[in-house]
C-alpha cells in the first residue's frame, strides 16, 4: 500500500505530517533515522485498547484505584468524574499517569502488538543494565482533560524516542526541534526539562530567546499516534477528556545520542566511571546491531 499523507502543520521549513499505510522502510529512512517527527495515523490499528480504552472503562474496571496526580491521592472513579467536568478555565490537575508495566499489566495485550515503527527496541533487553535507563517509565497510559496541560515542555528522559498514541478524544502537541535548545533553557541539573514556567505564555524578560523558538502545534486525534524523536521538545495539552498511551524506544537510531545523556549523567559524579560506560556502551551498541541486523531478539 502506498502512503497516504496529509500535512497537518506547517512553519518555516518544519513540516508536520500525517501519514497512513506507511512502510517500515520510509518511516526508518524519513523520521526514525532522520529524527523527524510524523503523525502515524495507524500505526495502532490491531490494538484491541483502540475501542476499549474509555473513561468508562476505567471507571468499571479500576474506580478503587489510588492515583497520585500532581502530589495529590485520588480514587480513580473520581478522578474520572473530575475529568469528565473538567474545563479549560477550571482544570483538573494533569498527568494522571498509570504505569502499565507495573500497575496494570493485564492490559499489556490491550496495547499489543507492539507497532512495528517502535521497533526494534533495546529499552527491554535483558543485556542493557537497568542503572542506564533508570526510572524511565516505558509504557503508561495518560488521563488527561479540557486545560490540562503538561507541565514542562522536555525531550524523553535519556534521548529515548516516544510513540504516545491518542485513544480516546484530542490532544494538541507542539514540538520544538533540537537546534533550537538553547531557546528553550533547558535547566542546568535536568537537561531534558526546560525551565519556561508559564509554557502557554513564556515571560520573554525571564527567557529573552524563546522569542526566536519556532514551535509548532497541531492536534493528534482517537487512534492516531504521534512519534517524538529523540531530542525535540515537546509539550501537550487536552482539548477534550483524552486517553493516550506513552512508550519509548530505543535503537541504533538514537543510541548515541542515548550515549550522550548517560555521559552527560555519569560525568557529574565520576569521570573515569563516564568513561568506562561510554566504552561499555559502544561495544554494546555493536553487539545490539549485529543481533537486529540478523533478525534475533537479545
Ligand atoms: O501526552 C502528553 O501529555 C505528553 C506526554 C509526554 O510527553 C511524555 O510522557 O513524555
Ligand atoms: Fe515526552
Redesign the pocket.
Same mark, same amino acid.
Not at 515537546?234 to 487536552?238: D, E, F, I, L, M
Given at each position: 500500500m502506498a502512503t497516504k499523507s496529509v500535512v497537518l502543520a506547517q512553519l518555516g521549513d518544519i513540516v508536520v505530517e500525517k501519514k497512513y499505510g506507511m512502510s517500515y522502510e520510509e518511516f526508518a529512512e524519513k523520521h526514525l533515522f532522520a529524527n523527524y517527527p510524523v503523525v502515524i495515523g495507524d500505526a495502532c490499528k490491531d490494538w484491541p485498547a483502540k475501542d476499549k480504552f474509555t473513561p468508562q472503562f476505567f471507571k468499571d474496571n479500576y474506580a478503587n484505584r489510588e492515583v497520585k496526580v500532581q502530589g495529590k491521592t485520588f480514587l480513580l472513579g473520581d478522578f474520572i468524574d473530575l475529568m469528565m467536568t473538567s474545563t479549560k478555565e477550571n482544570p483538573a490537575p494533569?498527568?494522571c @499517569?498509570l504505569q502499565i508495566d507495573r500497575d496494570y499489566p493485564e492490559l499489556i495485550p490491550d496495547v499489543s502488538p507492539r507497532f512495528k515503527y517502535a521497533l526494534p527496541d533495546r529499552t527491554h533487553s535483558k543485556i542493557l543494565p537497568e542503572g542506564f535507563i533508570g526510572g524511565a517509565d516505558t509504557l503508561?497510559i495518560?488521563l488527561?482533560s479540557p486545560g490540562g496541560q503538561?507541565p514542562y515542555m522536555?525531550y524523553?528522559?535519556m534521548c529515548l524516542h516516544?510513540f504516545?498514541t491518542q485513544l480516546y478524544g484530542d @490532544?494538541e502537541?507542539t514540538v520544538v526541534p533540537p537546534s533550537q535548545t538553547e531557546y528553550v533553557y533547558p535547566d542546568p541539573n535536568n537537561t531534558w526539562v526546560s525551565l519556561i514556567d508559564n509554557q502557554r505564555q513564556p515571560d520573554l524578560n525571564k527567557f529573552p530567546l524563546w522569542s526566536k523558538a519556532t514551535p509548532i502545534s497541531f492536534v493528534v486525534g482517537p487512534g492516531e499516534t504521534m512519534f517524538?524523536p529523540c531530542g525535540w521538545w515537546?509539550?501537550?495539552?487536552?482539548l477534550t477528556p483524552t486517553i493516550?498511551v506513552?512508550l519509548d524506544c530505543l535503537n541504533a537510531s538514537n543510541w548515541k545520542n542515548f550515549m550522550g545523556e548517560v555521559d552527560i549523567m555519569m560525568s557529574r559524579n565520576n569521570k573515569a566511571k563516564a568513561m568506562a560506560a561510554s566504552m561499555f556502551l559502544n561495544v554494546l551498541g555493536g553487539v545490539f546491531s549485529t543481533t537486529e541486523k540478523l533478525g534475533m531478539k537479545i
Open positions: 494533569y498527568p @499517569k503508561e495518560f488527561g503538561f522536555h524523553d528522559y516516544a504516545v @490532544k502537541f517524538i515537546h509539550t501537550a495539552h487536552s493516550s506513552a
